[in-house]
């Protein structure tokens, strides 16, 4: 049993999009821990962005971001009010935080 849940859902044009979605009810320091795991379980071999979707606390989507920083060039998070992602941290220099993405 797990209290986060990460998922690829497409790997393309060098942009991996998961999904990210609470398993079983925890409070957020298990929620941490578990999103970490769920990420890792993953095997994300990096690339030149990483899209993620799904519900998330404010303490995971820091871990999950973290995490995943490090490997991708870009981080974006889905907004559903913009309906298309916002680039939170870039190390690409043609891409910069604020940017939206479809």
Request: hydrophobic share 45%; with cysteine.
């Amino acid at each position: 049993m797990s209290s986060y849940l990460a998922e690829i859902t497409d790997r393309s044009e060098g942009l991996t999009t998961v999904r990210l979605s609470f398993g079983d009810p925890a409070q957020n320091d298990t929620i941490v821990r578990d999103a970490i795991q769920a990420i890792a379980a993953l095997e994300l071999e990096g690339g030149r962005g990483i899209k993620l979707n799904g519900p998330c606390s404010v303490p995971a989507a820091i871990a999950i971001g973290h995490a995943v920083a490090h490997l991708f060039g870009f981080v974006a998070v889905f907004d559903p009010k913009l309906h298309k992602f916002v680039v939170c941290v870039s190390h690409d220099p043609l891409v910069h935080p604020g940017d939206l993405i479809s």
